[in-house]
């Protein structure tokens, strides 16, 4: 998604402004340094500043895009060296290890309907019957 672009509303109304104070006199001149072509000259800057703003944002929009295209062969990249020293020494080696994977002989097995939390986190579950036969499952927590 790329960055909004920014539009000065100040500087707008100043161009409408510029432009009224233009058909009264070209080359106006209210006092104290306030002359129409100063106005001009500093309506030109800030549209130059906002168009350099704009086109950095642009160029960062493309970086960015790039960035996260790099990222992403550096990740395959890294996924493709592991399975290559998985191959070449084994998921059971101490050099598979050493390259971030997790050999086999150190991994943990998974029951069947077990979830990722320890085992002494999880609640242990009775079956209590009452006198007519009625089972009732109820948590234990130790």
Do not use: C, W
Not at 49 to 78: C, F, H, I, P, V
């Amino acid at each position: 998604m790329s960055r909004r672009k920014r539009s000065s509303p100040v500087l707008q109304k100043a161009v409408r402004r510029a432009a009224g104070m233009d058909s009264i006199d070209p080359n106006l001149n209210v006092g104290n340094g306030l002359t129409l072509p100063a106005f001009s000259t500093l309506i030109e800057t800030m549209r130059t500043k906002e168009n350099a703003y704009n086109s950095a944002l642009s160029n960062l929009d493309k970086l960015y895009s790039e960035m996260l295209q790099t990222e992403r062969e550096l990740g395959d990249m890294t996924e493709h060296m592991l399975m290559g020293v998985g191959t070449r020494y084994g998921k059971s080696s101490v050099e598979y290890g050493m390259a971030g994977g997790v050999p086999k002989s150190q991994r943990r097995r998974r029951l069947r309907g077990e979830s990722s939390t320890s085992s002494s986190q999880q609640p242990s579950f009775v079956l209590s019957v009452d006198g007519n036969g009625n089972g009732k499952k109820q948590a234990v927590t130790s």
